[in-house]
């Protein structure tokens, strides 16, 4: 597991995969940088906590607001129950960790995307 600095000196645990995330996790997770995440929290456009001097953000939330952005989410969602088998009149999945392994399927499945510089 990476271990990120922190401004005392100390250290905090780098992960994606815990419930609760730092700024910088939450930052790796959606491949922004920190000042990005931080001003998206400030304005409120992303679902975000402020503890003190530091930001708390749930993996949930997050995964939550970039699936209720994304372009052709019910489509997608769809899709992704074509493929398992399912039809397409079934439901959704209603859980957060069933949502999250939908999107995972779906962004591992996707063509990586280059930026032109």
Same mark, same amino acid.
């Given at each position: 597991?990476?271990?990120?600095?922190?401004?005392?000196?100390?250290?905090?645990?780098?992960?994606?995969?815990?419930?609760?995330?730092?700024?910088?996790?939450?930052? /790796?997770?959606?491949?922004?940088? %920190?000042?990005?995440?931080? !001003?998206? @929290?400030? *304005?409120?456009? &992303?679902?975000?906590?402020?503890?003190?001097?530091?930001?708390?953000?749930?993996?949930?939330?997050?995964?939550?607001?970039?699936?209720?952005?994304?372009?052709?989410?019910?489509?997608?969602?769809?899709?992704?129950?074509?493929?398992? /088998?399912?039809?397409?009149?079934? %439901?959704?999945?209603?859980? !957060?960790? @069933?949502? *999250?392994?939908? &999107?995972?399927?779906?962004?591992?499945?996707?063509?990586?995307?280059?930026?032109?510089?």
């Amino acid at each position: 597991m990476k271990r990120a600095r922190s401004g005392a000196g100390g250290s905090e645990p780098l992960t994606t995969d815990a419930p609760v995330l730092s700024l910088r996790a939450a930052a /790796g997770l959606l491949g922004l940088h %920190e000042n990005t995440v931080r !001003a998206l @929290a400030v *304005e409120g456009s &992303l679902p975000a906590c402020k503890i003190g001097r530091s930001w708390r953000f749930l993996r949930a939330d997050l995964i939550s607001c970039i699936r209720s952005g994304y372009r052709g989410a019910q489509a997608a969602s769809t899709y992704a129950a074509v493929l398992k /088998g399912e039809g397409a009149g079934s %439901e959704r999945p209603s859980s !957060a960790e @069933a949502a *999250e392994r939908e &999107l995972d399927q779906l962004l591992s499945s996707a063509p990586a995307r280059r930026r032109g510089r």
